[in-house]
């Protein structure tokens, strides 16, 4: 799941090339071939060598670039440019991985640490497999059945993350959420997502629970 507004809405440059990132990251992992580089990060591992054209493509002789997530087991990629910001997903063989932009883990720590967990929390919820599972096993009906259900799963992934970061002592990444969040006002933050306000406000008063 991401937290702005480039999912699900439209296909314009933004979206695509937030798509085209994943499905790079997303063809790495299934040993494919792909149209750009992993980004090295500080505290990303990865194995470099050049690239090679190959048919319509490159193939790459590096793995995906990978950061540790404090919030989950799961593998947390690192995509260069992935103006979805962050994203949970399960690969073609079932494997569970996030990926997040590195730009993000480059230059806003606070607010990477919040969409790590706020991802962590998309899978261990189960949203992420319903989502991935119906919609793989019927088609692009699927998705107007689960419409009425981003609005509360991006609360509840939300309302999650805040209270792992309370329990690792990161105010500063809760904080970071809410101004975020904020910044968008009366506006959703996504295709039938929750407003900036809403998520702002559930936010604020998850983080001040006693």
């Known amino acids: ?93 079932d494997r569970s991985v996030i990926v997040i932009d590195a730009s993000i883990l480059k230059t806003e720590r606070a607010y990477a640490h919040f969409l790590m967990a706020h991802e962590c929390c998309h899978h261990t919820l189960g949203h992420t497999r319903l989502t991935t599972q119906r919609l793989g096993s019927v088609g692009p009906q699927p998705f107007y059945y689960l419409r009425p259900l981003l609005k509360n799963m991006e609360l509840d992934a939300d309302g999650c993350a805040v209270r792992m970061l309370r329990l690792t002592d990161e105010p500063d990444a809760i904080e970071s959420a809410r101004i975020r969040m904020s910044r968008f006002g009366d506006e959703q933050t996504g295709a039938y997502y929750p407003t900036g306000n809403e998520r702002a406000g559930h936010i604020e008063r998850i983080a001040a629970e006693e």
């Open 1 to 93: 799941m991401t937290v702005f507004r480039e999912k699900f809405v439209g296909f314009g440059g933004r979206r695509l090339k937030a798509l085209t990132a994943l499905a790079v990251a997303l063809g790495l992992l299934a040993g494919g071939t792909a149209s750009a580089e992993g980004l090295q990060v500080p505290g990303a591992d990865a194995t470099a060598g050049p690239a090679r054209k190959t048919g319509g493509g490159f193939e790459f002789r590096r793995k995906l670039s990978s950061v540790d997530n404090p919030y989950c087991a799961i593998v947390t990629y690192v995509v260069p440019d992935f103006t979805a910001e962050a994203s949970s997903t399960q690969t073609a063989d």
